[in-house]
């Protein structure tokens, strides 16, 4: 098992930054593919970036592809997202998960390891 803690959340205008955390712990880290979500009030959980075990390969869903990026720090138990050039519309809560295949998936059911979410707002 992995345990997940997201850090890094905020508000921050329209046009800012923030750097996303998500510290694991327990099993080895880079034993799990992992990725980042997002959810807004009263919708179901959206994909938003994910990398390899390794770290060689990315993904990013097309609403922020430009403007995120995904990263990993196997040596510190470390995910990351930054998140540049931030819009209104991308205020929700965010997740970090992970899942043991390797295999890229967009889908949150398929990620069996989930933080607790952390607030991103962005005012316009």
């Known amino acids: 098992q992995v345990q997940l803690v997201e850090s890094g959340g905020g508000l921050v205008q329209a046009g800012g930054s923030l750097r996303l955390s998500c510290a694991a712990s327990?099993?080895?880290?880079?034993?799990?593919?992992t990725g980042w979500f997002r959810q807004f009030p009263g919708k179901a959980r959206e994909f938003v970036a994910a990398?390899?075990?390794?770290?060689?390969?990315?993904y990013y869903a097309d609403s922020v592809k430009g403007r995120f990026t995904i990263s990993r720090d196997n040596a510190k138990n470390t995910l990351y997202l930054q998140l540049n050039n931030l819009k209104p519309e991308d205020t929700a809560v965010y997740y970090c998960?992970?899942?043991?295949?390797?295999?890229?998936?967009?889908?949150?059911?398929?990620?069996?390891?989930w933080g607790q979410g952390t607030q991103v707002t962005v005012s316009s």
């Open positions: 990398i390899s075990r390794s770290g060689g390969s990315t």
């Open positions: 998960a992970a899942r043991s295949s390797n295999f890229y998936s967009p889908s949150w059911y398929d990620y069996n390891y």
């Open positions: 327990g099993r080895t880290f880079s034993s799990y593919f």
